[in-house]
């Protein structure tokens, strides 16, 4: 069975232009949604990706009707290759019932790999490099070196600590953590 998958982002478009162009290569069904193409929700083209079988072909008028990046359509990609569906995007001419069209499907697929490890490369140089120069990461303290001095001195005076969490604010956990991580006086 051939199938054709139109989408537009708002109400107000509609996918007359990209039914036309589905009917014109023979689309036996043409599935439509009428969402962005930012959205991880798709019903009817999950429904559709769920009912393809082996055989079946998939075609839509551009790439970008289908994935919202280029990662999420490689992972449809995947799986319509796992279901053993083609696939075929008139806009772009790839058609992965040819080896051609396997072929740039999978080169498009390692440079979004390429780029995704680029990109965890760069985030951990700059992580080391942030902590190299003596910045401090992940969430803000929630106390300062001169609160937990104050919050030391009251319960050492006798007060409830889950009342001195409580005056500042703050969890009795996270008040026994700062207390424990604090540096102890020197009593000699």
Request: hydrophobic content about 35%; proline content about 2%.
């Amino acid at each position: 069975m051939i199938y054709g998958y139109a989408r537009v982002s708002t109400a107000e478009q509609n996918t007359d232009s990209q039914r036309d162009a589905l009917n014109s290569v023979g689309c036996e069904e043409i599935i439509t949604d009428k969402v962005s193409g930012a959205a991880e929700k798709r019903p009817r083209l999950e429904t559709l990706l769920k009912r393809l079988k082996k055989g079946d072909t998939l075609i839509v008028s551009r790439l970008d009707r289908l994935g919202r990046s280029l990662s999420h359509l490689i992972e449809i990609m995947n799986r319509l290759e796992c279901q053993g569906v083609a696939f075929k995007s008139l806009s772009e001419s790839i058609d992965t019932s040819t080896a051609g069209g396997r072929l740039i499907f999978h080169m498009m697929g390692a440079l979004a790999e390429f780029e995704r490890s680029l990109i965890t490369e760069r985030t951990q140089a700059g992580l080391q490099a942030a902590k190299s120069r003596g910045v401090r990461l992940g969430r803000p303290r929630s106390l300062t070196a001169s609160q937990i001095k104050h919050a030391a001195k009251l319960i050492d005076n006798g007060e409830n600590m889950a009342n001195v969490a409580h005056s500042f604010g703050i969890d009795r956990t996270t008040l026994w953590r700062a207390l424990s991580r604090a540096p102890k006086p020197n009593t000699t």
